[in-house]
């Protein structure tokens, strides 16, 4: 017809592994200087959640007790940086599924490579979850979710220390020069 648009969709190749996800043209050899930066802002994010956590706590034990409770830049930054964790962890992944993330080190053993996969996913889930239970908890006050906050603050600790010590195991014993790939951008 004239004036008609067509448009051919081709089947993507079938792929094994724990990167099968991934489609086999979008697997760049390093992370875009946007990856970088939003890898190490929502690093410094969760890093500060952790460490400025007792106001907020105070707080919601505060408000379960029908108090009221008043203005503290401490957990409206509480609050902020966890909207912008998720914010920021739905950017990454975004740009995670358009650019890509390159594979694992080539020699790197298959129970490396599935530990690596399922951690970084799991990274991801608890970089969306936990903002979203600490919103329904604080804005909805739902207990549940409070509960489920509180809860899963300690496999995102306990994962990010793990993800910080495969990196220099990496770095230091694998000599894979794997850290190079979060400070120089692939153009």
Known sequence: MPGSIRITLKKRPARSGPHRYEDAVTQPKGYSLAQIRLHWIVAALIAAQYVFKGPIEEAWSAFRDGAEIAFNPLIFAHVVGG?????????????????????????????????????????????????????????????????????????????????????????????????????????
């Open 83 to 187: 909207m912008l964790v998720l914010l920021f962890a739905l950017w990454r992944l975004t740009l995670r599924k358009t650019r890509g993330a390159p594979p694992p080190p080539e020699a790197e053993a298959k129970p490396l490579k599935i530990a690596a996969h399922i951690t970084h996913w799991t990274l991801y889930a608890l970089m969306i979850g936990m903002p979203i239970s600490g919103g329904l908890a604080w804005f909805g006050g739902v207990e549940q979710a409070a509960f489920a906050h509180n809860v899963l603050k300690v496999p995102l600790l306990i994962l990010a220390i793990l993800h910080v010590l495969a990196a220099l195991f990496h770095q230091f014993v694998l000599k894979t020069n794997l850290i190079a790939r979060m400070k120089r951008a692939e153009v």
